[in-house]
């Protein structure tokens, strides 16, 4: 990505040394190679760092004075969603003063939260959330809510009837002849999610919110890696570096004995770091330490950003079919066989730094044909299935601003933002993926991320999508994590 997504930023002065001792062992040891040197990231999930260029423009050499942050309390999720109550009241009930009377826990029998439309169908699913009871004029009101206020609306007819919809009274119709189907009550399996954190209470929340199993929430060790969320399933990613260690056969043996069969996640977009003879013998070393200890884990190959389309208006970077060649081919050469990889994976951004915002989605199911075209090429990995362990965009505003005296060189977002295209561009994937996971193989795929603020200056440049207002139990979701949960659960 024109600059990334680090889960768990280190310190400036970490990043520096890093950053120094990469550039110095890529040199002493590629000299002459094709190979893109970057700044080292902070142990978690790799992204790329195409950063685009700036405009020929002078950055302001004034220095930014802080904005004070004043000393308030911060409101409570519950007193939040009494507050969004009590306005619906004042907007929906116009006589009177209103005075909320009881706030009670209530696990809804189903997603209508008990108030059903007519000719409506909601999963039945036991869903969370409160009822708030206020009074007007001596007569009783109910809102009915879910946990984060997502669903709130009026309910009840005055005078305290209990779960009484306010629905208008039934017609002369006649009864359709047909059952209407009901709704898909189970959440599709194959949307998967980044997660902004390892707590791993805060994320549990948001995973049982959003409804996926799977989620990706960047590197751990191998004492942390294996715990697990209830419910849920983690993606086991192990970076592998030009610097790093890689794991040793015990730390291997301890992971695979907790966690057998696990999905093993191995180097995030190398195309844009590392060549692969400077990685390939890390890479063997731990398929073979893996497969040893567990034959029915699952080998993940290192995720290519994007295959035939890098980037324009940056630096540029090795393309994913060019890495990839050169991948099988040097290690057949080394090893006499091909890599024993069971799932290929494939990271998502249309990087196009000419045309904001970076929504272009067609340019993106390109990627995903063209990995599919060239592995069916390939008898091994013919019916070896595709993952999308990332899948997003950089900017979702209209423009950016490197002027920005504030963000002291860093890009910020300028104009609007645009949402209409945001939203479409998932749509667009999400059509192509569903419509396409059986003849193309693809069986998972990682929407990034659960929350980031993508409405200040970042040096990561990322100010595209969040699928929740903060990072926090019991954010609202935004439109563009709506609009995932409604596919999630296929409502339209």
Not at 49 to 66: D, F, L, N, Q, Y
Not at 85 to 106: C, F, K, P, R
């Amino acid at each position: 990505m024109p600059t990334i997504r680090q889960f768990f930023v280190q310190s400036q002065m970490m990043r520096f040394l890093m950053s120094t001792l990469l550039l110095a062992t890529l040199i002493g040891t590629a000299c002459g190679e094709n190979v893109v040197t970057v700044p080292a990231t902070p142990t978690s999930i790799a992204t790329p760092t195409v950063i685009p260029t700036p405009p020929a423009t002078e950055t302001p050499t004034a220095t930014h004075t802080p904005t004070p942050v004043p000393n308030v309390t911060t409101p409570s999720p519950l007193d939040k969603l009494r507050e969004m109550a009590h306005q619906i009241i004042e907007s929906d009930v116009t006589t009177g003063t209103s005075n909320l009377i009881s706030t009670e826990y209530v696990e809804w029998t189903d997603a209508s939260l008990n108030c059903p439309k007519s000719d409506y169908y909601y999963a039945q699913v036991i869903t969370p959330g409160y009822k708030f009871t206020f009074e007007v004029n001596e007569e009783l009101y109910s809102i009915h809510s879910n946990t984060t206020g997502e669903v709130m609306f009026l309910c009840e007819a005055p005078s305290g009837a209990t779960d009484s919809p306010l629905l208008p009274p039934p017609t002369a119709t006649a009864t359709p002849e047909a059952t209407a189907t009901p709704m898909i009550t189970i959440p599709d399996p194959r949307y998967a999610v980044i997660g902004h954190t390892q707590e791993l209470t805060t994320l549990k929340w948001f995973l049982d919110d959003l409804g996926t199993q799977w989620y990706l929430d960047g590197q751990h060790s191998p004492e942390e890696i294996v715990l697990e969320i209830p419910g849920h399933s983690r993606l086991f990613y192990v970076d592998v570096t030009v610097l790093t260690p890689i794991w040793t056969a015990q730390q291997i043996a301890m992971v695979t004995l907790d966690s057998p069969g696990a999905v093993w996640y191995i180097s995030g977009e190398p195309n844009r770091r590392f060549s692969p003879d400077q990685i390939i013998e890390k890479l063997h070393s731990l398929y073979t330490l893996i497969k040893s200890a567990d034959p029915s884990a699952r080998i993940m190959s290192p995720s290519m950003l994007n295959f035939d389309f890098t980037c324009n208006g940056c630096g540029g970077y090795t393309s994913g079919r060019e890495w990839l060649e050169h991948f099988l081919q040097l290690y057949q050469e080394k090893y006499q066989e091909l890599p024993p990889i069971d799932v290929w994976a494939l990271d998502l951004y249309p990087l196009d730094w000419l045309n904001l915002p970076t929504t272009n989605a067609e340019l993106m199911t390109e990627q995903v044909t063209n990995l599919r075209q060239y592995l069916n090429t390939f008898e091994e990995f013919y019916q070896a299935p595709i993952w999308i362990t990332e899948l997003g965009l950089h900017w979702g505003w209209a423009d950016i601003d490197w002027a920005n005296p504030e963000c002291n060189g860093q890009p910020s977002p300028k104009g609007e933002y645009e949402q209409d295209k945001v939203l479409l561009y998932f749509e667009q994937i999400f059509d192509f993926l569903e419509n396409n996971a059986d003849a193309y193989r693809i069986e998972k795929w990682f929407i990034f991320i659960t929350y980031y603020d993508i409405s200040t200056c970042n040096y990561e440049a990322y100010n595209g999508a969040s699928l929740y207002e903060s990072g926090d139990i019991g954010s609202p979701l935004t439109k563009v994590g709506k609009l995932v949960k409604n596919r999630i659960y296929h409502i339209e």
